[in-house]
């Protein structure tokens, strides 16, 4: 992973078998970053999305391997305990064209990925909402 910083704006470059959300926290972490948008495109051919079942308050994985473009990457940076929480969404689509998306649980990159990150002031913290039992953001 390479990157670099313009104004408010980190720009990052993942490469061949690097992996989208640990790098993504990794920045963070590096950089502490507390509150960020991220968008970003590239090419995996190994990616788990995540579908949450309201019954049982779990992302169920399914893992898509073949050859995908990322056609979208979007999320956001916050905190949660103290630690940098990534939620992040992904839309991919293969040489069918048949689109697959959801909430991004893994995505190793096969070509290269970029990313930006754009930061803001100040600091947005998650809790738990044990009526849907998912982190939500707290104000």
Do not use: W
């Not at 809790?127 to 939500?136: H, R």
């Amino acid at each position: 992973m390479e990157y670099k910083k313009f104004g408010n704006t980190y720009i990052m470059r993942l490469e061949v078998g690097e992996e989208i959300m640990e790098s993504i926290k990794k920045i963070a972490e590096c950089e502490k970053i507390a509150l960020a948008e991220v968008n970003g495109l590239g090419a995996t051919d190994d990616v788990t999305i995540g579908v949450r079942n309201p019954n049982t308050n779990q992302y169920e994985p399914t893992e898509y391997k073949g050859r995908f473009e990322i056609a979208n990457i979007h999320g956001n940076i916050t905190m949660l305990n103290g630690e940098p929480f990534i939620h992040i969404h992904i839309g991919c689509g293969n040489e069918k064209g048949e689109y697959r998306g959801g909430h991004l649980l893994k995505c190793i990159i096969s070509a290269t990925a970029e990313i930006f990150i754009t930061t803001y002031e100040g600091v947005v913290d998650r809790k738990l909402d044990d009526k849907i039992g998912i982190n939500v953001l707290k104000f």
